[in-house]
T-cell receptor
Framework: AQTVTQSQPEMSVQEAETVTLSCTYD???????LFWYKQPPSRQMILVIR??????QNATENRFSVNFQKAAKSFSLKISDSQLGDAAMYFC????????????FGKGTRLHILP | NAGVTQTPKFRVLKTGQSMTLLCAQD?????MYWYRQDPGMGLRLIHY???????AKGEVPDGYNVSRLKKQNFLLGLESAAPSQTSVYFC??????????????????FGAGTRLSVL
């Protein structure tokens, strides 16, 4: 069975600085997707960034980028120029590429932005 | 563009009461899901559906039932609520697709959540 591990329950970063959230996963599959979701106080889950496992190039979305290390099964999220609005819970998630596309979430990392 | 809508947003139940959570999506998605979120546990899949008229068990299905009579709606029922079911419940939907097709549609859309307290 696939698992997703986020080893940092909480992190803090100074506004305008860069922070990296860690995520590791375990799977025997070769085709899959990885995601980072943001959950602000409003509770809604917002997709931040996604990565297809077959792509070697790391995904980037504005200030958000990932470091995808397939062999190490590592998928970290880097937030550059942190803003107060980035404060939220961040969930790393895995989804198989087959037809049964259940998504598996890590336990989350709460990110605090210090003004 | 409503996306995924959950009702109600909040509910308080007494032990043994029943209730139904409604999830509606207007994106014509085939797949729908119900998750629960508990502190320190992340999101756990309760039940999911791969199309109208189908349902399947997820990771933590006990104590819940679901129905997908219409493609746009996915109902989560608690027949006899227990304090252990106090949680935040999220509904999600997605397109069904194969690995080499429709990658742009390959994401889950979430509702805003329902906070349920069982006393």
């Amino acid at each position: 069975a696939q698992t997703v591990t986020q080893s940092q329950p909480e992190m803090s970063v100074q506004e305008a600085e860069t922070v990296t959230l860690s995520c590791t996963y375990d799977t025997s599959e070769s085709d899959y997707y990885l995601f980072w979701y943001k959950q602000p106080p409003s509770r809604q889950m917002i997709l931040v960034i996604r990565q297809e496992a077959y792509k070697q190039q790391n995904a980037t979305e504005n200030r958000f980028s990932v470091n995808f290390q397939k062999a190490a099964k590592s998928f970290s999220l880097k937030i550059s120029d942190s803003q107060l609005g980035d404060a939220a819970m961040y969930f790393c998630a895995y989804r198989s590429a087959n037809r049964d596309d259940k998504i598996i979430f890590g336990k989350g990392t709460r990110l605090h932005i210090l003004p | 563009n409503a996306g995924v809508t959950q009702t109600p947003k909040f509910r308080v139940l007494k032990t043994g009461q029943s209730m139904t959570l409604l999830c509606a999506q207007d994106m014509n998605h085939e797949y729908m899901y119900w998750y629960r979120q508990d502190p320190g546990m992340g999101l756990r899949l309760i039940h999911y559906s791969v199309g109208e008229g189908t349902t399947a068990k997820g990771e933590v299905p006990d104590g819940y039932n679901v129905s997908r009579l219409k493609k746009q709606n996915f109902l989560l029922g608690l027949e006899s609520a227990a304090p252990s079911q106090t949680s935040v419940y999220f509904c999600a939907s997605s397109y069904s697709l194969y690995f080499f097709g429709g990658l742009a549609k390959n994401i889950q859309y979430f509702g805003a959540g329902t906070r349920l307290s069982v006393l």
